[in-house]
């Protein structure tokens, strides 16, 4: 193979390689990271408020507030299931795993009056749940 031959293959790899590069970039660009500087709530409230239905929510799965708080801390925001832009208050998913293994989702609303717990799901188990007629 002549050698101008082999360069512009290099060429064409370096090209290819970095357009890789360049687009994995992009995907973790997009990725929330717990606690970074552009987080949309705080992970470290020093007071969680809980709406009626999440303490229900916890009650039927087995949820209480020490793993809460963990995914508060350590959980991902999974902006497909949030609503950033809900009005009074945006709504945050924040998913992750306790320390027990449970994989929960538990939304989350920044508040004038506090860091309020809309709802806890435990992903992947179905539990019989009656909130809407306590």
Not at 90 to 116: C, D, M, S
Request: aromatic residues 8%; neutral net charge; hydrophobic residues 35%.
């Amino acid at each position: 193979m002549p050698a101008s031959n082999q360069l512009a293959n290099m060429r064409l790899y370096l090209k290819r390689t970095a357009v890789v590069f360049f687009i994995i970039s992009l995907f973790f660009a997009g990725c929330q990271q717990p606690g970074s500087a552009s987080d949309p709530i705080n992970r470290h409230a020093d007071h969680l408020i809980y709406t009626h239905h999440a303490r229900c929510r916890m009650d039927c799965r087995h949820i209480n507030e020490t793993e809460v708080r963990e995914i508060l801390e350590k959980g991902t925001i999974d902006y497909k299931k949030s609503e950033p832009d809900a009005k009074p208050d945006p709504k945050y998913a924040l998913e992750g795993y306790t320390n027990e293994g449970q994989h929960l989702r538990v939304i989350f609303a920044p508040a004038q009056r506090g860091l309020l717990v809309i709802t806890c799901i435990e992903l992947g188990v179905e539990w019989q749940c009656d909130c809407h007629s306590r």
